[in-house]
């Protein structure tokens, strides 16, 4: 996955505004690129899961990213206390959109986050490499 450090940075921006809970959202692009973050309301408000708002969903996937032409090319959250690797939980989670990238924000050191990109299938967590431009 391609992305630019401005997206790396809105991303840890919006995992600080929404610390202690955790923050989430999708992102936009095509081509193996992502080109546009979508900040999302966590539906559950809290510091060990997230779930991103329906009306959020709805707003992005069914106006934003159509208008922006671009699909959704991958999903994020944070982690504030732990490292950024998928829980069990978001592994269970992720099984209603397996064909995406996810996206996690540690803030585990708040003075240097850590991002790193995982594809999450049939129960399988396998890291992807970020391509940050």
């Known amino acids: 996955?391609?992305?630019?450090?401005?997206?790396l940075d809105d991303l840890i921006a919006h995992a600080r505004e929404d610390a202690p809970n955790e923050c989430c959202g999708l992102i936009g692009g095509s081509d193996g690129s992502a080109r546009t973050v979508?900040?999302?309301?966590?539906?559950f408000a809290s510091p060990l899961r997230y779930r991103v708002a329906s009306n959020d969903l709805?707003?992005?996937?069914?106006?934003?990213i159509p208008a922006a032409e671009e699909d959704v090319v991958a999903v994020y959250h944070s982690?504030?206390?732990?490292?950024?690797?998928?829980?069990?939980?978001?592994?269970?989670?992720?099984?209603?959109w397996p064909d995406l990238l996810y996206l996690i924000v540690s803030l585990e050191d708040p003075d240097s986050p850590i991002v790193r990109g995982f594809w999450l299938?049939?129960?399988q967590i396998a890291e992807v490499d970020l391509d940050v431009t």
């Open 121 to 123: 299938k049939d129960q």
């Open 38 to 43: 979508y900040r999302a309301e966590n539906e």
């Open 1 to 7: 996955m391609k992305l630019s450090q401005e997206i």
């Open 58 to 64: 709805f707003r992005i996937t069914q106006k934003e």
């Open 79 to 96: 982690h504030t206390k732990s490292p950024a690797y998928p829980s069990q939980t978001d592994v269970n989670e992720a099984a209603g």
